[in-house]
């Protein structure tokens, strides 16, 4: 079975600090995704990937880094949490072929910076 | 930019008449679209795509989608809702910049009343 997962389903963290948001998938997709979820302004892309060590900016990069070291693994990173950035964080995955396939998502993270 | 609007917050619905589910579209080229659902507490799910051939689109759970493009809409449709498809939908299309990558409309809020 498609299998992404999210290193957290909640976080609480303190405004300053630096955060690390894991996600992981076990389908060999090339493509991997960091959205977030606000209420009534559905999933924003902040980051994504295509190949490992890849990544490309989304819609909404500002305050937010990437890294992607193996192909399987996507990291967010919040280098200095702001209380803007409490959230619904989603990842995704998804190979890259013809017909355009879609993407599996994880779980989610809610973050909370206080 | 390809965006996709879905007009309603919420749509309420009895169970067992049937359920619709706007979205409307704005692309330039051909239209990828999506219908995503995302239960309580979960993560979205796929539930159907539009790439090319028949206007009717069926998807997992009953569900089906209509492309229209003189409309430039592509509504999801249900025959005979059930309070289990009480969630969150999304709309979603194609965006430009390659690698699967996808806007997303805000959601809409499907209520079914037993």
């Known amino acids: 079975d498609v299998k992404v997962t999210q290193s957290s389903r909640y976080l609480v963290k303190r405004t300053g600090e630096k955060v690390f948001l894991e996600c992981v998938q076990d389908?060999?997709?090339?493509?991997m995704f960091w959205y977030r979820q606000d209420p009534g302004l559905g999933l924003r892309l902040i980051y994504f990937?295509?190949?490992?060590?890849?990544?490309e900016k989304g819609d909404i990069p500002e305050g937010y880094s990437v890294s992607r070291e193996k192909k399987e693994r996507f990291s967010l990173i919040l280098e200095s949490a702001s209380t803007n950035q409490t959230s619904m964080y989603l990842c995704?995955?998804?190979?890259?072929?013809?017909?355009?396939?879609?993407?599996?998502f994880g779980p989610g993270t809610r973050l909370t910076v206080l | 930019a390809q965006s996709v609007a879905q007009p309603e917050d919420q749509v309420n619905v009895a169970e067992g008449n049937p359920l619709t589910v706007k979205c409307t579209y704005s692309?330039?080229?051909?239209?990828?679209l999506f219908w995503y659902v995302q239960y309580p507490n979960r993560g979205l799910q796929f539930l159907l795509k539009y790439i090319t051939g028949d206007n009717l689109v069926k998807g997992s759970y009953g569900f089906e989608a209509e492309f229209n493009k003189s409309q430039t809409s592509f509504h999801l449709k249900k025959p005979s809702a059930l309070v289990s498809d009480s969630a969150l939908y999304f709309c979603a299309v194609r965006d430009i910049g390659g690698n699967n990558r996808l806007a997303f409309g805000k959601g809409n809020q499907v209520v079914v009343i037993p």
């Open positions: 389908m060999d997709h090339e493509n």
């Open positions: 995704a995955s998804s190979f890259t072929g013809t017909g355009f396939p879609e993407q599996f």
């Open positions: 990937s295509y190949d490992v060590k890849m990544k």
């Open positions: 692309v330039s080229g051909n239209p990828y």
